[in-house]
């Protein structure tokens, strides 16, 4: 029984890291999608102030 005892242990413990780092992964998307979001907010604030020139057709095609 002891030795189940000490496996069941080390799997909680890889469980728990496991969990820690989902936690940390989570944590980085999160902090990714937001710089994202703000990244996409300025460009399209920007094509509203400066909309693209289109491009002038060359002559004689």
């Not at 496996?7 to 999160?30: C, G, N, P, Y």
């Not at 990244?39 to 002038?56: A, F, G, R, Y």
Request: proline letters at 7%; charged letters at 40%.
């Amino acid at each position: 029984m002891k030795r189940l005892d000490e496996r069941v242990a080390d799997l909680q413990q890889h469980f728990d890291r496991a969990s820690e780092d989902i936690r940390k992964i989570r944590i980085s998307t999160e902090k990714v999608v937001r710089s994202a979001e703000r990244i996409e907010e300025v460009q399209l604030s920007d094509d509203t102030k400066h909309p693209p020139e289109l491009p002038t057709p060359a002559r004689g095609t």
